[in-house]
């Protein structure tokens, strides 16, 4: 371990004159004495083992900066803050769909708000204390070695990364870079002590948190193989990704359809794998489905880091049943991936400014850097870093204090550009493929914006920060148009907790309040920066990460709601059984969206691709093979693909364009044409071609999405 202060002949142990990576710099450069010396320093077996002692036998204990006092509450009942809580759901149920009243909902909202700020004057209702400043000292020590290693390995294997390709040499010495990074900069930092508790009182919590994870994956898994019932063209395209690097295409880009980063494509690969699902639609789901509950420990954590365990276990219950996250997991695309790496990367970015230990900053940039590689949305995420340590900045007063947070930067930054770095290398070769999707919807590449930019921003803007209690978009395939992104009880809690959050940051003036605000309007940037396409915005895949934020407010809410009732045992079993009709109210409305109205509305929408790929197998069990089957385009009708995926054939194409059915007559019978319902010009070629061939209407489960089925068997 490498003191990067180590050339001076004597080190002062006081804080004022810790060793900077600037002393390093000054003692290797002041004389050609001096480098050499540092160089053969570096080779010195005695000198390593002890520089390596240094900061691995560091013991210096964490010092509390400041404890955040429990806020006081009133003596009396909360009648102030249970009428808070009664208009705010009024307010959301008048908003719901069918009603959708606006402005008697808006009416209602601002009852509840002044009745929120008079609760809190009369400490009826605040926020839970967040968990106290400490400051573990970082003495900016580094393994020098294994940090030069790891980058000659770096630019080794950014140099081999050139083709777009995972391979073995650039793979290994990517890794081994990473790993060394990590090794060079880790701490021992000292254990934090937490409050002491019974084995009577873990074992009831642990409890608790499982039943809580266990009802969350329920909700994540029911019904998976039915709802979504139907795949669209983006499936038919992952689905093809994943089968070509089945057969060894190893890219870091995949560049079909406007260009997907690629985790989620060996995410499934593994998938497929692990459980014997094949390249199908249930893989993408299932896979999307497991990424979508890893998320959820990650949630707990923050919700722990911005409050407390009650914090936390309301905010894992709110965001494993709520129907934002629970719809987007379903879909089998990238979108759980936003905030799957959302989530830790905040938990550690806080945790590390709050306990300035140099390991989150480490942690922090692992999963930045991870989290570059799933879903592009989550490019937005080193804005909200920056914001935050601005932020963090500017709550600060000491000269020393702003220094160290420009070092925990730069760990993130350079962590993070190490995992991030076969996709730069891409970036660098390719920009246009890499930025295609994004500017597609930012810029006039692909349609000429419908007005002034700024004005654009500013509208979806305004409509991005109203999805969360009154329109979530549109877009009906990852959501459930024209209502809010939080069911009733979680969007009232929601807004309510925003009030709360301004309020105390008024009185206390804590950047972790700040942050918090900052980022829910910067988490749904990748929706209100769709410019060019300003009806897809909102969308619930592109502001994703800010489910997560949101549902930290809820759960803040709440917590400080039952705080409110006080210590008394007749008053805390009236809060706690008021917590349990809230939260089965918000398991209750969430259920009903997904499993019935979503489902049902994503059912009316989709083309039934499934009965389609039945067909074909019925046909491929009955005459050994598929190469004579074929599936008619029609404008606005199936993806052609997508029948083929439903009978094992994930790499074929079955359209024969309706100009192109001449050439069916070169292939041996028995042939199959599938076609659209309306589409009688296909029906009248292929009576010419095949006077003697038999057609059969297919009658669909799905209403009103019949299809003929026109063969041939000689």
Known sequence: MLNLNFMEQKTNNSPEHEPTVLDLYKSVTKDWASFSNFIRSLWDARRREELSLALAQETAQPVLVEE??????AGTFPWHALAALGFALLAQLVIEPPNQQSPISVLFYLVAIGLLVWAFLKDEWHLPAMPPAIQIPDTMLVRLVPLILAIVFALVAFIDFGEGLFEWDSTLLWVASIALLAYSLWIKAPKLETTAE????????????LLVMSVSIFFRLYQLDAIPVEPFSDQ????LDVYELSLGDNKVFFERNTGREAF???WTLLVVNIFGTGFSFYSLKLGTALLGILTLPFVYLLGKEFGNKRVALFALFLFGIAYWPNVISRIGLRFPLYPLFLAPTLLFLVRGLRTRNRNDFILCGIFLGIGLHGYS????VPLLIVAALVIYLLHLRSSEQRQQVVWWFL??????????????????????QFGYRAFTRLGD?????PGPAWQIFLSNLYNGLLMFNFDNGEIWVNSLPHRPAFELVTAALFLLGIVLLILRYIRQRDWRDALLLASIPILILPSVLSLAFPGENPALNRAGGASVAGIIVSALALDGLVAGFGSEKKRKLIAYGLTGVLLAASAFGNYDIVFNKFNANFRAGAWNTSEMGKVITQFRDAYGQTDTVWV???????DTRLPGVWAGVPNRDFALWQDSLADSLLYPAPKMFIFWNQDLETERILRELYPNGVLNRYTSAFPGKDFYIFLVEE
């Open 68 to 73: 955040i006092a429990e806020p006081t509450h």
């Open 198 to 209: 019974s084995p009577r009182q873990k074992w009831m919590w642990n409890s608790l948190i």
């Open 236 to 239: 038919a395209e992952k689905i």
């Open 264 to 266: 989620q494509m060996y």
């Open 377 to 380: 949305p989550f490019r937005i």
């Open 411 to 432: 760990i993130i930054v350079f962590v993070s550009l190490l995992f991030f770095l076969p996709l730069f290398r891409y970036w660098i070769g390719h920009p246009d």
């Open 445 to 449: 590449i692909e349609s000429p914006l």
């Open 632 to 638: 008619v385009p029609f404008p606005h009708w199936v």
